[in-house]
């Protein structure tokens, strides 16, 4: 009996398929982790582009809006060129605990850095258009039920950092302990349900996706409460020009959203 095989090849032994196997692992637990963060960083920008439209003001946001999109590309970036480097080198001859060890510190250092830069973002944001007021009372209330996806996720980011803070702090094996595997299989499957699956569920929510068209949809619903009230004969073109209107607030938003001019226009006399 003949076999045909490279005279440098080797099989692998028991070892070799435990290390592979802690090294994928550790891989298939820190990519679900990086999506969520990305996730996180774009439901910021949703909840920005709410704030935004729910306000009456006075400046133009394109500029605004351009440069959130560079932060939370340069962000995810980094994120992911760090978490790129760090899992590659897992399987090369680094010390394997040593590394899993830093991923779990990258893992909480990056999920912090998320929820400080969306409370920097949030605090700023809030200063910079707090004069300027809200366009009814309805669409506050449905800024503050953004808010609410907002909060949820927020903290289910600090509680994911915690913990992997302090697996890292106390070098727990959570992935391959061979001492307690049921109780290492509960507390992540615990962890992936309260932090990744639950927040991305209260996402799903109606109250949520009806928010997307925050400005549409509030325009109509206003419209179809007001019935009478917003059909009655506006004012004419040069009264417009004569005095600033909310229609020329927005020079921004009425080249793309002509629904929005009409609707200020209609209401000036109310």
Not at 66 to 79: E, M, R, S
Not at 130 to 143: A, D, N, T, W
Not at 160 to 173: Q, R
Not at 211 to 233: H, K, M, N, P, Y
Request: aromatic content about 14%; some cysteine.
């Amino acid at each position: 009996h003949y076999k045909i095989s490279p005279q440098d090849s080797k099989e692998w032994t028991a070892e070799d398929k435990e290390v592979f196997y802690d090294q994928v692992m550790m891989v298939l637990f820190d990519v679900p982790s990086c999506l969520v963060i990305t996730i996180y960083t774009l439901l910021t920008l949703a909840w920005a582009e709410c704030f935004v439209k729910a306000r009456l003001r006075t400046e133009r946001t394109a500029a605004l809006k351009k440069a959130w999109i560079v932060y939370f590309a340069l962000f995810n970036l980094t994120v992911y060129c760090v978490q790129l480097a760090l899992d590659g080198s897992l399987f090369f001859r680094a010390p394997r605990k040593m590394v899993g060890s830093i991923i779990f510190a990258s893992i909480s250092g990056i999920n912090f850095s998320a929820v400080i830069l969306v409370f920097v973002f949030y605090v700023c944001h809030n200063i910079r258009f707090s004069g300027f007021p809200y366009r009814s009372q309805r669409i506050r209330g449905s800024l503050a039920r953004v808010g609410n996806v907002m909060t949820v996720w927020t903290l289910s980011r600090l509680a994911w950092a915690i913990t992997a803070l302090l697996v890292f702090a106390y070098e727990i094996e959570l992935l391959h302990d061979s001492n307690t595997p049921a109780w290492s299989f509960l507390v992540l499957l615990l962890m992936f349900f309260a932090c990744e699956i639950l927040p991305i569920i209260f996402m799903l929510d109606y109250s949520y996706l009806s928010l997307v068209g925050l400005e549409r949809v509030e325009i109509r619903w206003e419209d179809e409460e007001e019935g009478s009230l917003t059909t009655q004969a506006s004012p004419p073109l040069q009264n417009t020009t004569s005095s600033p209107s909310r229609s020329v607030m927005w020079n921004d938003d009425i080249a793309t959203e002509p629904l929005l001019a009409q609707e200020e226009v209609s209401t000036e006399d109310d």
